[in-house]
């Protein structure tokens, strides 16, 4: 493998057999391992006999480690990007670091692979010929005009969400009048226990109710009709 160059390598969100061939290739023949979380990715790692050693890449040191990181690219290593779960970039910091190296000049690769949110939109059951990925919505601040401006989207759109604010969006939703709207609730995506919830705003803010809602969501909420 060439030196220099970024790679971004997705891991999966839920089943480890969803990594790919390709992808452990890159994990072990690079020069280091940036993680959003080094306990997180050391399991994987250590799951596929991968020794490659790792360095700590987080939101709480983004910044901090950005310049370190494109000197050590600039000096010829090739680095593999990966976050907690899923393809790095996608609502966490590995966006700060790609961003540097193309202002760098680094030559950047992205792998293909597992993503929460394109499991969820497909079988939602609704129009994904045309989306919105919206991600986390701010947690206070804006909060209220960002929904009100997705609802006038003209197109499903799909959010992330944590259990303990997912009934709570729900809420928000039914205040904004949109409890008509159709929506789907997907939770642990390609574990064990992944459901995927469809009905109304209504219907499913009654269910979670009774059924505390467990697992981080994905809310693939339809246009108004």
Not at 13 to 30: C, I, Y
Not at 93 to 101: E, H, S, W, Y
Not at 171 to 179: E, F, M, R, S, Y
Not at 187 to 201: C, F, P, Q
Request: proline share 6%; glycine share 10%.
């Amino acid at each position: 493998m060439s030196g220099g160059k970024l790679i971004v390598v997705p891991t999966p969100v839920g089943n480890l057999s969803d990594m790919t061939p390709r992808g452990l290739e890159v994990l072990k023949e690079a020069h280091a391992v940036l993680a959003e979380d080094t306990r997180t990715t050391g399991k994987l790692l250590r799951h596929f006999g991968v020794d490659t050693p790792l360095w700590a890449f987080h939101q709480h040191n983004e910044h901090r480690a950005l310049t370190g990181v494109v000197q050590q690219l600039k000096g010829g290593v090739t680095l593999a990007l990966c976050s907690d779960a899923g393809t790095p970039g996608i609502s966490d910091p590995g966006f700060l670091l790609v961003r540097a190296c193309v202002e760098a000049g680094i030559d950047v690769e992205c792998l293909p692979g597992a993503t929460a949110f394109v499991p969820a939109l497909v079988t939602s059951g609704m129009p994904c010929d045309r989306f919105l990925f919206e991600g986390f919505l701010p947690h206070k601040k804006g909060r209220q005009k960002r929904l009100t401006a997705l609802l006038e989207v003209p197109c499903t759109v799909v959010l992330y969400e944590s259990p303990h604010r997912v009934a709570k969006l729900l809420a928000q939703l039914q205040d904004l009048g949109a409890g008509g709207r159709t929506v789907a609730l997907c939770r642990e995506i390609s574990k064990l226990h992944e459901e995927t919830l469809r009905g109304t705003v209504d219907e499913l803010a009654v269910h979670l109710e009774s059924h505390p809602p467990r697992g981080e969501y994905v809310v693939v909420l339809g246009e108004a009709v």
